[in-house]
């Protein structure tokens, strides 16, 4: 049972406008509750007890909220402005010793996306959706079997587009170590690596499967419209797919 999440919390929030300059994106809010605090109760709220923030910009906002959440812990990648999102992920090999869920901190999702991925057999899963059309996005290409082989924002660079990147993962602790492996050396020339490419990396030496779940509610936010976006099309989808959600499957438990 995965009873660990990991979030990358690092990031500067640039394109949201002024007031993020003085706290981390996802403290942003939508509909009354900021994303890494809805986050952190639907984790809850699938048995995981133990969550890791890797954080950055205004990390301040992120310790305060650990010290009134006994599953937080946070961690700080102190060179998160001349780095990237694997950077912020490779420096918790040290506090990281078991499988675990990798969120981004700026999306919004349905408790549904989390347990699809928990209920899938296989250690290593990323979990993609079809298409959105919120700009920005990330696009999966796989083969026959349903395995990753590469992810873009250029389209055109895939051989095939079988699934959009939500954001949330399934990562077993040897799939993690292989990650970080495979970019240790890259990313003292090129710092700005994101996670995805680690993932791609990793895929080569071990299966990565991608689940693409149907009519998922979900969203990244990363300037005004999407904002925009979510509060308009993807908050009653949530909302609606939850009540749902809740009626059928019941909070899952934790360690015993």
Known sequence: MITTAVILAAGRGTRLGEEFKTKPKGLLEVGGQSLISRSLGLLESVGIDRIILGTGHCAHHYDTLG?????????????YATSGSMQTLAGLRDVLDEDFLLLESDIIYERFALISLLERAECDVVLGSD???????????????????????????????????????????????????????????????????????????????????????????DDASHLQRVERDVMPLINEHDRRTNALLPRRRGKA
Request: aromatic share 8%; charged share 25%.
């Open 131 to 221: 298409w959105t059309g919120s700009s920005d996005e990330v696009y999966i290409e796989t083969n026959a079997e349903g395995l990753l082989v590469d992810m873009s924002k250029d389209a055109a660079s895939l051989m095939s587009l079988d699934a959009e990147l939500v954001g949330i993962s399934k990562l077993s602790i040897g799939t993690y170590s292989s990650m970080c492996d495979a970019v240790a050396s890259k990313c003292l020339d090129e710092p700005f690596l994101d996670y995805e490419y680690g993932l791609v990396e990793a895929s080569s030496a071990a299966p990565i499967y991608v689940h693409r779940e149907e009519h998922l509610a979900w969203g990244e936010i």
């Open 67 to 79: 010290m009134d959440r006994p599953t937080v812990e946070c961690h700080l990648n102190a060179e």
